[in-house]
C-alpha cells in the first residue's frame, strides 16, 4: 500500500474528526486504498458509530481491544477523538499492514495498534474494555460474501470463537465492559447488564457492563447478528 498524502483535504478531514465535526464515511475512508474502500461499509464499523462507540468504551479508563480489527478504522477513531488507547487484532495479515501504515502516517502510533493473530494471542487480562462489530459471523457467510478466501473460515471455527469469548467474558472482572455492534454472535453472561439508554438512537448497538462476579458458566443473554446484514 501506499502511505496516504496528508494533503490539504484529507488533512481536514482528520482535524474535523478531532474536533468532534460531521465527516462523512466516504471522505475518512480515503485514508485506505480502493480496494478497501469499495468494501468498507459491508465490514467495518460507520464512523459516526465509531465515535459513540469510542467514548463509552474510554470511560473505562484503560486500553480498549477491538476484536476483528480489520484495517483499524474503530482504532483510528478513538485515538483521534478519545484520550484512550486502542488496540485491535486482526487475523488478515495484508489489512494489518493497512492499518498499521495508516497509523503511522497519521502519528497515531502508541496511541492506536492493530497487530495479527486470533483469540489464542489476546492477553484476556491486559483488557476491560472490548468492542465487538460482530466479528465471528463472516465464518458462516456464504463464500460470496466473505471478504477474501485469505484465511480458513468455516462454522466450526464461529462455534470455537464464540464459546472462547464467552468464557473470557464470563471470567473478566467486574467493570468489564463491551460494545457490541451488529452483534456479538454469543452469549453475553448473565452477569452484564445492558445500558440500552447508553446506546439510544443508534440501531444495533449495544453497551454491556459486568456489574456481578458470578460463576462460570452462568446464563446469559444472546447478543446474535443480523441476518443479510
Known amino acids: 500500500m501506499t502511505r496516504p498524502r496528508l494533503d490539504v ?22 485514508l485506505f486504498p480502493e480496494p478497501i474502500r469499495r468494501v468498507s461499509s459491508r465490514f467495518w464499523t460507520p464512523l459516526v458509530v465509531a465515535r459513540k462507540v469510542s467514548r463509552l468504551l474510554a470511560e473505562e ?43 503511522d502516517a497519521l502519528g497515531l502510533t502508541g496511541r492506536a495498534e492493530v497487530r495479527q493473530g486470533s483469540l489464542d494471542d489476546i492477553d484476556w487480562n491486559a ?43 464470563d471470567a473478566a472482572p467486574v467493570g468489564t465492559r463491551i460494545v457490541t455492534f451488529h452483534g456479538l454472535g454469543a452469549r453475553v453472561p448473565a452477569t452484564y447488564r445492558k445500558y440500552p439508554e447508553r446506546t439510544a438512537g443508534t440501531a444495533f448497538l449495544n453497551l454491556w457492563i459486568k456489574v456481578d462476579a458470578g460463576s462460570a458458566g452462568g446464563e446469559g443473554t444472546f447478543d446474535g447478528w443480523i441476518a443479510g446484514r
Open 61 to 103: 479508563g484503560g486500553p480498549v481491544l477491538d476484536v476483528g480489527a480489520g484495517v483499524g478504522k474503530l482504532c483510528l477513531a478513538g485515538a483521534l477523538t478519545t484520550d484512550a488507547v486502542f488496540h485491535g487484532i486482526e487475523h488478515r495479515a495484508a489489512l494489518v499492514e493497512t492499518a498499521r501504515e495508516v497509523i
Open 9 to 30: 483535504d484529507l488533512q481536514q478531514v482528520i482535524d474535523d474528526v478531532r474536533a468532534g465535526r460531521p465527516v462523512s464515511d466516504r471522505a475518512f475512508d480515503q
Open 127 to 169: 483488557y476491560r474494555a472490548y468492542y465487538f462489530c460482530n466479528p465471528f459471523e463472516e465464518n458462516i457467510f456464504p463464500e460470496a460474501r466473505r471478504l477474501d478466501d485469505a484465511i480458513p473460515l468455516t462454522e466450526e471455527r464461529f462455534q470455537k470463537d464464540t464459546a472462547r469469548v464467552e468464557a473470557a467474558l
